[in-house]
Structure formats: C-alpha cells, structure tokens
C-alpha cells in the first residue's frame, strides 16, 4: 500500500492518569443533557466548551453509549482528574441527534451559536459527512467519531478523526488473503453510505494488488437475505468481505452458514460490540474478524485506565469505547495548545502522535487521518458465552491508508 510521509512530528503523550468515580465526573465534567456548563468564575480562565452531539437515542444508540463511557474515561485520564487544562475547566454539553442528520447539525448550529469551539461525537457516517461542513463554515474543531466513512478523512482542515476509517478495516483484511493478485473477493454489504464505502475501500485496496473484486448489495430493509447468500456463493470467491449492520445480521449469518458460504470461502467481517457475538450463531468459529478493538485486545496502560473507569460508570469496554476515550485526550491537547483559537487547535493535532489505548496512534498531519493499530480476532464460543481471542495485532504503519488532498 502507498504510504507518503508526515510532516515533522511533535511527540507528547499526556500523562498518565488516576480514575476518578463516576459521581465525580458527572458532576465535574459533564453538564446535563442539552445545558451548557457554567463560565468561569472570578478569577479563573474561561471554560473551554466541548458540544457532544451523538446518538443516544436511535439506531445506533449502543455505540452512543460506548463512546460517551469512553470519552469520560479519557477526560479522566488526560486531565488527570482534574477535568481542567492549562487553567481551563473543560465543559462539556451532550446533545442526541437520534442518528438523524438534520437533528444533529440543528444542534451544532446552536452549541456554535453558544460559543462552543470544539463538537466530538458523531456516530453514523452520512451524518458526519453533514457536520464536517458545518464546522469548516463556523471555523470550529470537528472530531469525527465512529463514524467510518473514508469520505471524513481530508473533507477539510477542521475535521478530524477520532477512531479508524473504513480504509483501515480493508487493509486488515487484506492481511489475511496474502497475495491477492488473481484472487476473487466478493464484498456483501447493505446499500448504504457505510456499506459503498466498505466496496470502495475494498476495490481500492485489493483490487489494486491485483484482486478481482465484485459486489453484493442488499436494500437495508430486506429481511430475506437468502437469495444475496447464494448470490456470492455463486461467485466462488476465495475472500469474502462483510459490511453488514443492524437487526437482520442474525438472518444474514444464517443464511451465509446454511448456503455454505462460510465453508466454501474465506469469510471475515468487522468484529462489531459485544452484543452482536451471539449474531453470529453456530458458524462464527468459521469467520477470522478484522476487530477495530475488543476488552483486552490492546493491553495498555490507557486500555487498562479506560477499562477501570467504564467499570466504575456501570459499563465494559467495547467497539467504540476508544473513540471516545482517544476523542478527550485530543480534546485536551488542542485546548493545552491553543484553549480559544480552533486554528491553534488545528496546528496542536496535526502531527501529534501519542499513547492511546490501542497503543502507538498518530494524527497524520495532511489529511487528518488517526493512523493507529488494528487487530484480527476469532470467536470462540457461541451464543452468549462467545468470547475474542486475538489472533494479531496489526502497527499502524501496516494499516495506514494513503493520503487524501485536503478538500478545504
């Protein structure tokens, strides 16, 4: 894969952290849903204001939560507990845009309005294609969360990301066909921003290595998946790549199994929360995942700060748990840099590499992509007592995606 070089970077991970309990944090960090915090009192900095607007309602409401247990853990950890920087207490709103697109960049345009410099948080992929823009018209820090679509990355000098591109899944995946050249890959997704992405990656990545890549899309409201199953067993691929989310995924995997796809072909698919385990039924011991992070997969000393402050919060560590936690630790080093200026922030993340919890994590200075570890995984076990087991963890510079033009 292509890879073009960083500009120099500035090193400096922030420092190692004390957990704090969840009552604390609540009531230090975080101001209630949809209220701002209060400015600051006499004689202390203004507050640097942080607008989370995520889904804590809707469709993917799961991975709301992970994010926002792990961005409270992260302010933890690079705050020390203190929930301050540079003399600035660190305020932050939630907003719940209910995975609707117009929901959300209604509540961007008020936290702008409000005098919010920094928005974090977005969980699906078309609305962060919505809220990019928005932040570059009001020159404001965007911090994409697990929203995956590649399209994110390079959009504009404001937007960055917090967790891993689809880009990076692909190139994961790869690792696992060795030479691709001649090889059939067959990409079964739904038919959706998240799932052409997921072909696009693919065609990019493996299709210039000389693979021979074909698609299978379904309508995200089909329930009968079973004529897309024996449409890529028709096509005798020998990789299979699934880009697949939502309630129907029990019904895609039992249609995959009972059409032999699994045993016919190899099969990987992004290893989604804890949750979705069970989804996988009697042939998920069949599948090697491309895993952006499970419990335990990275062994840190952020994952295991991470994992004691979920705990402490009534949660554990899932998928997009390190978004959230890789989203403060940027939080805090843009307003460390640059506390009321989003341009100073932009030139604080550009370059800076750092520890985060799945290990050596880079804000690649171009293009604003996070170039960080991956990880492949099987599962051992079914239904409710399926577990992880980490078969490799991938460095980032083994997964870094090429480098996009700036846009704007």
Not at 91 to 118: F, H
Not at 334 to 348: H, K, L, T, V, Y
Not at 393 to 406: C, G, I, N, R, Y
Request: aromatic fraction near 6%; proline fraction near 5%.
């Amino acid at each position: 894969m292509p890879h073009t070089a960083a500009r120099p970077r500035r090193s400096g991970a922030l420092a190692a952290a004390s957990a704090l309990s969840l009552g604390t944090l609540l009531l230090s960090a975080c101001a209630s849903p949809g209220t701002g915090g209060p400015d600051g009192a006499k004689g202390e900095s203004a507050p640097v204001k942080v607008g989370l607007v995520y889904s804590r309602t809707g469709p993917l409401a799961d991975y709301g939560k992970q994010y926002l247990q792990g961005f409270k853990a992260g302010l933890e950890y690079a705050t020390k507990g203190t929930d301050k920087v540079g003399g600035h207490k660190i305020v932050v709103t939630e907003r719940d845009d209910a995975g609707d697109a117009a929901k959300a960049t209604a509540a961007g345009k008020d936290l702008i309005g409000k005098g919010y410099k920094i928005l974090a948080g977005t969980t699906d992929s078309g609305i962060a294609l919505q809220m990019a823009p928005l932040a570059a018209q009001n020159k404001v820090l965007f911090l994409d969360g697990p929203a995956a679509t590649d399209a994110v990355t390079g959009i504009n000098k404001y937007t960055f990301r917090s967790g891993r591109q689809s880009y990076q899944d692909t190139l994961t995946a790869a690792a696992m066909l060795g030479d691709a050249k001649g090889k059939k890959v067959t990409v079964l997704a739904q038919d959706s921003t998240f799932g052409q992405a997921n072909v696009a990656a693919v065609r990019a990545v493996l299709g210039k290595e000389g693979a021979k890549v074909s698609k299978v899309l379904a309508p995200p409201s089909a329930t009968d998946l079973t004529p897309f199953a024996r449409q890529v067993r028709s096509a005798k691929p020998d990789l299979v790549f699934v880009a697949w989310a939502g309630a129907t995924a029990p019904a895609l995997w039992t249609a995959l199994d009972q059409q032999g796809v699994l045993s016919a072909s190899k099969v990987t698919t992004g290893l989604a929360g804890t949750a979705s385990y069970p989804v996988f039924g009697k042939g998920g011991d069949k599948i090697t995942f491309l895993a952006h992070y499970f419990g335990g997969a990275a062994g840190t000393a952020a994952e295991k700060a991470m994992t004691k402050s979920v705990k402490e919060q009534g949660g554990v560590p899932d998928l997009f748990t390190p978004d959230g936690f890789t989203a403060a630790q940027m939080v805090v080093r843009a307003a460390q840099e640059s506390p009321e200026d989003a341009d100073g922030m932009i030139e604080a993340l550009e370059g800076w590499s750092f520890e985060g919890v799945k290990g050596a994590t880079e804000v690649r200075a171009e293009d604003h992509a996070l170039l960080q570890p991956m990880f492949q995984a099987k599962l051992e076990g079914t239904g409710a007592s399926a577990e992880p087991k980490l078969v490799k963890k991938l460095d980032k510079d083994e997964v870094t995606p090429p480098v996009q033009p700036m846009k704007g």
